[in-house]
C-alpha cells in the first residue's frame, strides 16, 4: 500500500515557473514507476510525464516536453516537476500516480492516486 500527497500548485501569470511535489508513505516490497496527469475543468484526466523508479526512462507528452522536468528522490520518497514557461493551458488538477513496474501513459495502470494539486496559469 503507498499514499501520495500533492502540494505546490497555486495561481499564476503566463509565463511563470512552479515546482510541484509528491510525497508517498506506506510499505512495499517493489520498485514502483510514478506519474503525473492533469485534468482541466469539463476534460478528461491526461498524461503528463511519468518516470522510472532509477530514473533511466523519464517520458513527457509533446505538449510540456522542453519546459516540464521530472525528477525523483526514492530516499526521501519525493517526486518533483518543474514546470517553465506555463501557459492558460497548462491549467488544471495535478496529480501523481504509482503503479509497479515500467513506467505508462495510461492512467488505468496506475494502482495509487493522490488527491491532486490546483494550479491556475492567467493569460
Known amino acids: 500500500q503507498v499514499a501520495l500527497v500533492e502540494s505546490g500548485g497555486r495561481s499564476v501569470e503566463a509565463g511563470d515557473s512552479l515546482r510541484l511535489s509528491c510525497a508517498s508513505s506506506?510499505?512495499?516490497?517493489?520498485?514502483?514507476?510514478m506519474a503525473w496527469f492533469r485534468q482541466a475543468t469539463g476534460k478528461e484526466r491526461e498524461f503528463v510525464s511519468a518516470?522510472?523508479?532509477?530514473?533511466?526512462?523519464?517520458a513527457y507528452a509533446d505538449y510540456v516536453k522542453g519546459r516540464f522536468t521530472n525528477s525523483r528522490d526514492n530516499a526521501q520518497k519525493l517526486l518533483y516537476q518543474q514546470m517553465d514557461s506555463l501557459r492558460p493551458q497548462d491549467t488544471g488538477v495535478y496529480c501523481c500516480?504509482?503503479?509497479?513496474?515500467?513506467?505508462?501513459?495510461?492512467?488505468?495502470?496506475?494502482?495509487?492516486w493522490g488527491q491532486g494539486t490546483k494550479v491556475t496559469v492567467s493569460s
Open positions: 506506506g510499505r512495499t516490497a517493489a520498485r514502483y514507476a
Open positions: 518516470i522510472s523508479w532509477g530514473s533511466r526512462d523519464i
Open positions: 500516480g504509482a503503479r509497479l513496474g515500467v513506467p505508462s501513459s495510461n492512467r488505468e495502470r496506475y494502482k495509487w
